[in-house]
């Protein structure tokens, strides 16, 4: 005798990996909760689509973190930082706030070599979509550089106390005038800058070929830190803090 055996129903897919839980402790600048997520996709046009690496407060929500202070965990002394009212390009109520409360709702895998490292080998590497590089370990942040084909990463903690020194084979030192631009590149290290239009350049800096031939950052790969004959990098203000920025009182104009 047959019997009745219903409409068959299949498994749940599995969701979709967007990203890894990297690193989750202590801030290597002030020993406060970060995590540091990597996310696997993304429609930025200026940097084309590269993984996305995300340092943020484990413990507090990134824009309740900008105005009590507590980003300086992830953004250490950077004088661009929206809590000390800089002209820092980042809306933190959008990516940086978003990734946080995914992160809340156990979206992120925690990072696997064995299972993961296929999904990253054949990509290049931002580090620090929001957040300092040398706010999570060295071993973190190298890790991440070397797992791609290529990678870009930037330091604004080049003078904090904690610094890790060897941040500087892997990150351009953000330098914050003309003059401290140079010191860096005496020292041999390479550094980016912002600027406004019509301010000078030294020799050994070019404009940021995304404002100057409209080339994205996944084509372009020269701010990966590296010490080489590659030049320095100057960019245009740009963002919605953008007005925060005087060339008068940051960035004196130098002639060279």
């Known amino acids: 005798m ?22 989750e402790g202590a801030s290597a600048l002030d020993a406060s909760p ?4 990597a996310t696997l996709d993304t429609t930025n046009r200026k940097t084309g689509n590269m993984v996305q690496v995300w340092i943020l407060r484990a413990d507090v929500n990134p824009v309740e973190a900008t105005k009590t202070g507590q980003d300086a965990s992830v953004c250490g002394s950077c ?12 809306n933190v109520g959008q990516a940086p706030n978003s ?19 296929d999904l990253l080998r054949h990509r290049k590497i931002r580090l620090g979509a929001y957040g300092d590089p040398a706010s999570a370990p060295y071993e973190i942040m190298h890790y991440l550089a070397n797992a791609g084909i290529g990678w870009t990463g930037y330091t604004h903690q080049a003078r904090h106390k904690n610094f890790d020194e060897r941040f500087l084979n892997i990150c351009m030192v953000s330098a914050d005038s003309p003059k401290q631009a140079q010191q860096w590149q005496d020292k041999g290290a390479r550094t980016f800058r912002v600027a406004m239009v019509g301010d000078a350049m030294h020799d050994t800096e070019i404009e ?12 372009c790969g020269l701010c990966n830190g590296q010490k080489s004959e590659a030049p320095s990098i100057v960019i245009a203000v740009h963002g919605s803090k953008a007005s925060s920025f005087k060339t008068s009182t940051l960035i004196p104009l130098v002639n060279v």
């Open 34 to 37: 970060i995590v540091v997520i």
């Open 208 to 219: 940021c070929l995304s404002d100057a031939k409209g080339m994205s950052c996944l084509d």
């Open 99 to 117: 990734i946080w409360k995914a992160y809340k709702r156990g979206r992120y895998e925690r990072y696997d070599h064995a299972l993961h490292r």
């Open 2 to 23: 047959a019997r009745l055996v219903g409409i068959a129903t299949s498994k749940p897919k599995k969701p979709k990996t967007t990203g890894f839980i990297m690193y």
């Open 79 to 90: 004088v661009h930082r929206h809590y000390n009212k800089g002209a820092c390009y980042v």
